[in-house]
């Protein structure tokens, strides 16, 4: 019995310092999920089902009223508006970006870590400034506009700005490198040897690329419509600067909820229909990638 006991303890001994730098790493990292993710996404949850007051407090009473406004028909065509906006920007981010990511990732490692700092440095400028720098390239008296009429391709100058197609463009153009980095991170490990393989074999560009290269770089796809297709849904600041106030997004009448109007509550119940979309989209992330691991092995 006693020398059980001591292949026991020396069994257990090293287990528990193993469970020391386990816990030192992430407990810090949980700690700091749950004080301020965890928290706040469940009280906005709670505050969802609360009531507006009259001076636009809230009034902690049960109501299902908030979410009830969202199925009235203006708010839902913004909804509907938005998931639409998302969803053309997360499609022509990804016909641009995997064309471009695949040529990147194609090039030597030298010439390829240049070209990802290229398409990096748009974001070490101020987004301010760059959303203003597309008003005043497609103003009515600006650049864009001085060269079709100069040009006699139109006559009169186009309203660019404040309209959909504005915001569209800037949506696409702020969201094209969260598309490009996890594409060229999954093209890159792509190997060379299965495409000369497929070639040699007698399979055409076409065929190659829908058999082997779509299939294989799936997670990154993926993972690039995830990170274009959320943001694009929330975000507020390219509708407010390009739209002028005349396109409104779902993200944009979040920010009026929770600051001019002070309806928190309705504000709370669209932020609440944003996490179900992203929860909804992991969920299908987690169960594509569990089917991919399962075809690999």
């Known amino acids: 019995m006693n020398g059980k006991n001591i292949?026991?303890?020396?069994?257990?001994?090293?287990?528990?310092?193993?469970?020391?730098?386990v816990l030192a790493m992430a407990?810090?990292?949980s700690v700091w999920m749950v004080l301020f993710v965890a928290l706040?996404?469940?009280?906005v949850i709670y505050i969802s089902?609360?009531?507006?007051?009259?001076?636009?407090?809230?009034?902690?009473?049960?109501s299902l009223e908030s979410y009830q406004t969202i199925l009235d028909p203006t708010y839902f065509k913004v909804v509907l508006k938005s998931l639409k906006a998302a969803g053309i920007t997360t499609v022509a981010c990804l016909l641009f970006g995997y064309?471009?990511?695949?040529?990147?990732?194609?090039?030597?490692?030298?010439?390829?870590?240049?070209?990802?700092?290229?398409?990096?440095?748009?974001?070490?400028t101020n987004s301010l400034m760059r959303l203003n720098s597309w008003l005043l390239l497609f103003q009515t008296s600006g650049p864009v506009n001085n060269f079709l009429t100069g040009h006699g391709l139109v006559r009169e100058p186009i309203t660019f700005v404040y309209t959909d197609g504005l915001v569209m463009l800037g949506l696409i153009t702020n969201m094209l490198p969260f598309a490009v980095l996890p594409l060229y991170s999954t093209i890159e490990k792509l190997e060379k040897s299965l495409l000369e393989a497929s070639a040699d074999l007698g399979a055409d560009a076409v065929t190659t690329f829908t058999r082997i290269t779509l299939p294989i770089t799936f997670p990154g796809i993926f993972s690039a419509i995830i990170l274009v297709f959320i943001p694009?849904?929330?975000?507020?600041?390219?509708?407010?600067?390009?739209?002028?106030?005349?396109?409104l997004y779902i993200g944009n009448i979040i920010k009026n909820q929770f600051g001019s109007i002070r309806n928190w509550p309705l504000g709370a119940a669209l932020s609440v229909l944003l996490i179900l979309v992203t929860m909804l989209l992991i969920?299908?992330?987690?169960?594509?990638?569990?089917?991919?691991?399962m075809e690999v092995v």
């Open 7 to 21: 292949v026991s303890d020396g069994m257990s001994a090293p287990r528990k310092k193993n469970r020391i730098p």
């Open 27 to 29: 407990g810090p990292v």
């Open 40 to 43: 706040p996404m469940l009280y």
């Open 232 to 247: 694009s849904l929330g975000i507020y600041t390219v509708t407010d600067m390009l739209g002028g106030g005349k396109v």
């Open 283 to 293: 969920f299908i992330y987690t169960r594509f990638a569990k089917i991919d691991d």
């Open 99 to 124: 064309p471009l990511a695949y040529i990147i990732a194609r090039k030597p490692k030298e010439t390829a870590a240049k070209l990802v700092t290229l398409i990096m440095i748009p974001f070490w």
């Open 49 to 62: 089902f609360m009531s507006r007051g009259v001076f636009g407090d809230v009034v902690y009473e049960f």
